[in-house]
């Protein structure tokens, strides 16, 4: 670590480096000078586009569950129709028939009515002819006999003819009773085609009864035929809107996937490789203003935790300026990479390359370790812009190898930070 300005004092006891650690622990972050470089497509914004496609898949999936059900409830809906139609044709059709055997009893019933009518006026005409000969009878009695007596050739004629005048009205007698039984039948028959006509009158209510019931059903089952294929299109045009959707997501993930791949490539050509391996990103300080042993002082670099003797590799290209000691940095590299770029390695247990030296991106060019004024094993790392120091962890400024990919550690939130 250096402070600007001028050099810290190595430390020298055990109590120091206790203080400067629990110093380190409560450090503060002030504004730093770096800037976020431009908007970058990270794989957050593909994961995004990725979670937009799952999610309308759902929907499309969720759509054809529902075209699945509608189906079943809409062939449901018009096969109970159907024998809803069925059923209102049969009760139409008992309907008309039992309309029709109701004008049959009445135009039955009007007959029976006026041969009952008929009959009686003939048992009234006869009652009355035989009650007119009974009066003449009656009234001129003897002289009807004597003349019968007169006119009769013998005794034996004229008892004769007096039984003959009582078969006679014995005639009249039982044609009269026969009419009476014919009257009393005709109008049994009348009763029973009355009851039987009243019957189907009844029938024909409870029947036309059913049919608006059944109409009624039917009205039902045509409205919810209606809203099930209401249902059916507006889930159609979602589903096709959907796939729509869906065509345009993987066009934009297409798309999305290519400028990454672009980028990938520029950015591990141009950008800084991350110096340390992969599974080391923990940073205990980072690059800024800080409050180190009660005082303000400027972070030139961010310290990277690594075990002792894992390897430091050079991020770009170069060659080795400097690979020495001194008091603040320990054992440190200094790498100038052209175009007034370079980078610093310090607190190193061992270094492995020597001023003057070309080096290449990611050769291995010391260990880590803890020399000069270090509290404990870590990288400091410097990143230089024609003498002047940056903030290392910008976005777009490293890559790393993470899942096999080089992707940039900062915009993908791989660091953990614990200052």
């Known amino acids: 670590m250096k402070k600007a300005g001028r050099m810290l004092k190595?430390?020298?006891?055990?109590?120091?480096?206790?203080?400067?650690?629990?110093?380190?622990?409560?450090?503060?972050?002030?504004?730093?000078?770096?800037?976020?470089?431009?908007?970058?497509?990270?794989?957050?914004?593909?994961?995004?586009?990725?979670?937009?496609?799952?999610?309308?898949?759902?929907?499309?999936?969720?759509?054809?569950?529902?075209?699945?059900?509608?189906?079943?409830?809409?062939?449901?809906?018009?096969?109970?129709?159907?024998?809803?139609?069925?059923?209102?044709?049969?009760?139409?059709?008992?309907?008309?028939?039992?309309?029709?055997?109701?004008?049959?009893?009445?135009?039955?019933?009007?007959?029976?009515?006026?041969?009952?009518?008929?009959?009686?006026?003939?048992i009234s005409d006869k009652y009355n002819d035989?009650?007119?000969?009974?009066?003449?009878?009656?009234?001129?009695?003897?002289?009807?006999?004597?003349?019968?007596?007169?006119?009769?050739?013998?005794?034996?004629?004229?008892?004769?003819?007096?039984?003959?005048?009582?078969?006679?009205?014995?005639?009249?007698?039982?044609?009269?009773?026969?009419?009476?039984?014919?009257?009393?039948?005709?109008?049994?028959?009348?009763?029973?085609?009355?009851?039987?006509?009243?019957?189907?009158?009844?029938?024909?209510?409870?029947?036309?009864?059913?049919?608006?019931?059944?109409?009624?059903?039917?009205?039902?089952?045509?409205?919810?035929?209606?809203?099930?294929?209401?249902?059916?299109?507006?889930?159609?045009?979602?589903?096709?809107?959907?796939?729509?959707?869906?065509a345009a997501l993987d066009k934009e993930l297409e798309k999305l996937l290519k400028e990454y791949e672009k980028q990938q490539q520029a950015e591990q050509a141009g950008a800084y490789l991350w110096p340390l391996d992969s599974n080391y990103r923990s940073i205990t300080s980072r690059y800024g203003w800080r409050i180190l042993w009660g005082e303000r002082d400027f972070h030139l670099g961010a310290d990277i935790s690594a075990p002792y003797g894992a390897n430091i590799y050079a991020a770009k290209d170069g060659t080795v300026l400097k690979a020495q000691y001194n008091s603040s940095y320990g054992y440190y590299v200094l790498i100038d990479h052209g175009g007034g770029k370079a980078t610093l390695y310090a607190h190193s247990s061992k270094l492995l390359v020597v001023a003057g030296q070309k080096v290449t991106r990611g050769q291995v060019i010391a260990k880590v370790g803890s020399t000069g004024n270090s509290s404990g094993y870590h990288l400091h790392f410097e990143v230089r812009v024609s003498g002047k120091t940056t903030n290392p962890l910008t976005k777009g400024l490293l890559v790393i190898k993470y899942n096999g990919k080089m992707v940039d550690p900062v915009a993908n939130n791989l660091l953990k930070y614990y200052c």
Do not use: H, W
């Open 10 to 122: 190595p430390v020298v006891s055990l109590a120091i480096a206790a203080a400067t650690v629990l110093t380190m622990a409560l450090c503060l972050p002030f504004n730093t000078l770096d800037t976020e470089a431009a908007k970058k497509i990270t794989e957050a914004d593909i994961n995004a586009v990725r979670d937009r496609i799952k999610a309308n898949e759902k929907k499309i999936k969720e759509y054809q569950d529902a075209l699945a059900s509608i189906g079943k409830d809409l062939d449901s809906a018009l096969e109970a129709k159907a024998q809803l139609d069925q059923q209102i044709q049969y009760i139409q059709s008992n309907v008309e028939e039992t309309e029709e055997l109701i004008v049959r009893y009445e135009q039955l019933i009007k007959e029976k009515e006026a041969l009952i009518a008929d009959r009686e006026s003939q």
């Open 130 to 246: 035989f009650l007119e000969r009974l009066r003449i009878s009656y009234e001129d009695g003897s002289q009807n006999y004597l003349e019968l007596l007169i006119s009769s050739d013998s005794l034996v004629d004229f008892i004769t003819r007096i039984d003959n005048l009582g078969s006679v009205l014995t005639y009249e007698q039982r044609t009269m009773d026969e009419l009476e039984k014919e009257v009393s039948d005709l109008d049994e028959l009348k009763k029973s085609l009355d009851i039987k006509k009243s019957e189907y009158v009844e029938l024909g209510k409870y029947q036309s009864q059913s049919r608006a019931d059944l109409n009624s059903k039917l009205k039902e089952a045509e409205q919810l035929v209606k809203k099930l294929q209401s249902d059916e299109n507006a889930a159609k045009k979602a589903q096709q809107n959907a796939a729509k959707q869906d």
